[in-house]
């Protein structure tokens, strides 16, 4: 069975700062990686997501991401965040393209100024 | 292109009852799936419809059901409601099978109050 863990449970950090919001998976097969955020009072947005090919993901919002197979992480990193950036992230996993996501329970980004 | 459009924003029910919930698709695609997020938590997966049919289900009871219509939109039913299903449910749509669709496209959700 697959499973996600967001180790950070909230991450505040100041504005202009760098950040890194950690994902750890686990899956027999291979993976697809997303990463989702949710503004207050609203649906999921799509960050970025990692099917295959280069392991460092480039998403909106200056937002990257980097798969590491043997860590079995997929980490979010941003190297200067805005106040407009705060907001709940989620990581997720599937075993299929279009299948059921599986999502960590999230990890709340406040930037302050 | 108005996106996944969810029904209602804000739903009270009492505990007992049943509700309906609704999702249409963005424009183009086939697939909608169902989540369900309570306080504090990342979404849960419920099922996923193509083809009016359910292709998937997560580990949640009978008592959760849904519906495809012809035109790819969707139903999420919940019959003997419990408090512990208060949750703000999330619509997914995606292309189907073979179309190359990665990627989920959520709608705004509707708060669903058990009282």
């Known amino acids: 069975a697959q499973s996600v863990t967001q180790l950070d449970s909230q991450v505040p950090v100041f504005e202009e700062a760098p950040v890194e919001l950690r994902c750890n998976y686990s899956s027999s097969v291979s993976v697809y990686l997303f990463w989702y955020v949710q503004y207050p009072n609203q649906g999921l947005q799509l960050l970025l997501k990692y099917l295959s090919g280069s392991t460092l993901v480039k998403g909106i919002n200056g937002f990257e991401a980097e798969f590491n197979k043997s860590q079995t992480s997929f980490h979010l990193r941003k190297p200067s965040v805005h106040i407009s950036d705060t907001a709940e992230y989620f990581c997720?996993?599937?075993?299929?393209?279009?299948?059921?996501?599986?999502f960590g329970k999230g990890t709340t980004l406040s930037v302050s100024s | 292109d108005a996106g996944v459009t969810q029904s209602p924003t804000h739903l009270i029910k009492t505990r007992g009852q049943q509700v309906t919930l609704r999702c249409s698709p963005k424009s183009g695609h086939d697939t909608v799936s169902w989540y369900q997020q309570a306080l504090g938590q990342g979404p849960q997966f419920i099922f996923q419809?193509?083809?009016?049919?359910?292709?998937q289900r997560g580990n949640f009871p009978d008592r959760f059901s849904g519906h495809q219509f012809p035109n790819y939109s969707s139903e999420l039913n919940v019959n003997a409601l419990l408090l512990g299903d208060s949750a703000l449910y999330l619509c997914a749509s995606s292309l189907g099978p073979g179309q190359g669709g990665t990627e989920a496209f959520f709608g705004q959700g509707t708060r669903l109050t058990v009282v």
């Open positions: 419809y193509y083809e009016e049919e359910e292709r």
């Open positions: 997720a996993v599937s075993n299929q393209a279009g299948t059921a996501l599986i």
